[in-house]
């Protein structure tokens, strides 16, 4: 009996399943760490936003002609392409004791410094090298420009996807902290954007750096220099904090059984390529739509500031202060549509309630891009029909109504581009979901859809402007119709989403 009582007593050592199912569970991490990590996307966004609306005219003053310019921008749809995709993968398997996405972010941070100097600084290093100050083109100024603004776009793609992946790491899984970490990584995009606008609208930040202005480098450029230096300083303060404070574990092989089996392959051009071919017919028009949509954005996205120098103040890049005004203004007008573009990110939803559905939405926003568009060739005219010049036969800056009426568009063209940053990525959501195709995967199409259209336009919009006798106009009639046409089918072609995979959208595409 007392043998029996013994081995009644006796308790069998728990399995390793027991051990797993009565392990503490993870401790959420503090709300204060997801926010640090998501402030690194303001300083990203910062640069971005200099980026885009202040060195397509700083390109111009080295010397390349306006139908040249756009060529430098093709880094950004390659480096899009290729960087994201290896960076994403390599972070997944990153087994430094520094942690699987900190490597990534830290040395994204510094190969955007480096650019961020070599483009602030290119007049200046190109003048020392030997370039001709009394010559239009400066040709060593324009080869460090163009290296560091390579650099520039590689480094983003570098930041982002490792950025967003950490906070996804930092949630545990927790899908309701996903989407705070999210809203909260789209906040920062949103405050980065509007103080890089800020930045570059403003003429006088080169006095905080006295040193900016040099014999090589004129007001302008000291300007954007000055912009420059506060966005490295923001993005290192920023990531140096988030980094040392926000720790992540060291990722072993051992874990690789938890996640989802893989071919071993990068998931880039090629494989995405043979992936069309067995795409469902909903993610085919998909694309369509998304590819026409960003014919038409990508002009405007990448002359908006140019036009306002050229086309609405009447300046020449290089010659007098009437275009560079107008480049500051364009900047304005961009700070006006971030504003707006984040207005419209949080009633997006009810749009969709208001307009009976998200491709009807897209459609009619597409139609507005049209119109927005076409009205630029509109405000344009008028500008050209009121030229006035002074005593002294210098011309003078457009009337009020004239910038206000630019204004308005820039502001009036943060709703469409808001939609255009969140429902194609949600549609590609729930046509790959109804389908049983991979999320990544059709996301990663997708994304084709977005940079082949600006790997086009690169190309093209410049030689196509110049037949047309130079400006900006003539691409943006192109993109009016670009996104006319888009608006059509995405009424007419796309699959209407069902009620609970609608009420379910996650708006959350990139914010540039």
């Known amino acids: ?3 029996g009582t013994k081995e009644l007593n006796k308790q069998p050592p728990p399995s390793a399943a027991m051990q797993v199912q009565t392990s503490p569970p993870k401790l959420p991490i503090a709300t204060w760490k997801l926010i640090l990590v998501a402030a690194i996307a303001a300083g990203v966004q910062f640069g971005w936003a200099l980026q885009l609306s202040l060195l397509t005219p700083y390109v111009q003053l080295l010397g390349i002609p306006h139908k040249w310019a756009a060529y430098i921008w093709l880094c950004g749809p390659i480096s899009g392409m290729l960087v994201q995709p290896i960076v994403g993968y390599y972070s997944d398997r990153c087994q430094s004791s520094f942690g699987r996405r900190r490597p990534f972010i830290a040395s994204g941070a510094g190969c955007v410094a480096i650019s961020v100097i070599l483009i602030g600084f290119a007049a200046d290093i190109g003048y020392k090298a030997g370039d001709d100050m009394n010559k239009t083109l400066k040709p060593r100024a324009v080869t460090v420009f163009v290296i560091g603004f390579w650099i520039l776009d590689v480094a983003n793609n570098m930041l982002q996807g490792p950025c967003r992946a950490l906070l996804a790491d930092l949630c545990n899984g927790d899908t309701r902290r996903m ?3 999210n809203a909260l990584y789209r906040f920062f995009m949103a405050v980065g954007n509007i103080l890089g606008n800020a930045a570059g609208s403003y003429n006088n930040l080169y006095k905080l750096f006295p040193f900016s202005k040099t014999h090589a480098c004129d007001l302008y450029c000291a300007n ?4 420059f230096i506060i966005s490295i300083v923001l993005l290192i303060f920023i990531t140096v904090l988030a980094l040392t404070v926000v720790r992540e574990k060291q990722w072993s092989p051992d874990e690789a059984d938890e996640e989802p089996p893989s071919s071993g392959k990068i998931p880039v051009f090629g ?3 043979r992936a069309l071919k067995d795409l469902p017919r909903p993610m085919l028009m998909l694309l369509a739509v998304t590819c026409l949509n960003w014919i038409a954005w990508f002009p405007f996205i990448l002359f908006d500031t140019d036009w306002m120098g050229r086309e609405i103040y009447g300046g020449t890049a290089g010659q007098g202060k009437l275009y560079d005004q107008g480049v500051r203004v364009g900047s304005l007008g961009l700070l006006l ?14 749009l969709v309630r208001g307009v009976g559905g998200v491709k009807i939405l897209w459609g009619l926003v597409n139609f507005l891009l049209a119109i927005g568009l076409v009205m630029t060739v509109v405000v344009s005219k008028v500008a050209q029909h009121q030229r006035q ?4 036969g210098q011309l003078l800056p457009p009337s009020a109504g004239v910038k206000a009426g630019a204004l308005s568009l820039f502001s009036i063209l943060g709703i469409p581009l808001s939609i255009t940053f969140s429902i194609p990525f949600a549609l590609a959501s729930i046509y790959s979901s109804g389908s049983g195709a991979g999320q990544g995967l059709s996301l990663g199409v ?3 859809a977005i940079v082949v259209p600006q790997m086009i336009v690169s190309v093209l919009a410049g030689p196509f402007d110049s037949l047309f006798g130079g400006g900006n106009l003539p691409a943006f009639v192109v993109g009016a119709i670009s996104a006319a ?16 995979a609608a009420a379910k959208l996650t708006l959350s595409g990139p914010y540039h």
């Open 1 to 3: 009996m007392e043998n």
């Open 179 to 181: 989407r705070s970490a």
């Open 224 to 227: 954007l220099k000055s912009c």
């Open 271 to 273: 494989e995405l390529l």
């Open 337 to 350: 549509n971030s504003v707006v573009l984040g207005l419209t990110s949080i009633a997006v939803e009810y």
């Open 389 to 392: 010049h002074g005593a002294n």
């Open 446 to 448: 997708l994304n084709l």
């Open 485 to 500: 046409i888009s608006g059509v089918l995405a009424i007419v072609l796309l699959p209407k989403p069902c009620k609970d």
